[in-house]
């Protein structure tokens, strides 16, 4: 069993179409309760007019309909059939009131078409639903493979412009790192800017200083700020 839910997992598409009718069930159990009402509104009415002493039940016509909806059991149970196509229980009926042919067929319509119609809609939102959940998650998990990817990019390429393993760039190391085509592409793909624009990020990096053997200070580009601000 476990398995056999490992494997639907690893499936997306068959993973996200059972959620979808998972989460639909809700949706699915009120359109239930809903054609139950309606199915026994009209058990009822159906019992007054043509069951057991009905309105429009005459003597001459008693023995042709007597026992088609002889209580609400048996016509919620025949409307139910009818409403699959199945008018066999209830032609006695349509056969004497020719006239119950057009309420048959409206009844027919709306429970057949109506009805499926909005469980197909609650089905199918439900499951879009679930597929733009999926994606999004997608998306976020993307998001974060990506980031973590330039993150380590970025500290390789630090790694490499530093020479000296002071923990600083300096401003020929960085010229360096920009000179070499390849390093330069990769540091364009990290930060997804051009390499026209690249000289210009040692203006806003360098917020660091480093002390030259003459007592001179230079500027820098600090590990975190080169790693953080791109």
Known sequence: LLRLVRLVRSIPPLFNLLMGIFRAMQGMLWIGVLTLVIVYLLSLLCIKLVGPDGLLVSDAAAHEVDGVFSNIGVGMWWLFLAMNGDTDNIQPVLDRY???MLFCAAYMVFSSFAVLSILT???CDRMSAVSEEAAER???KEATKSKYERRRLLEELFDIADRDKSGAIERD????LLQDDELCQDLCEATEMGREELPGLWRLLSRGEKEHAGGTLVETILREDFVQGL
């Open 173 to 176: 190391e960085f010229d360096l």
């Open 98 to 100: 020719p006239a119950s």
């Open 121 to 123: 809609a609650v089905v």
């Open 138 to 140: 997608q998306r976020a």
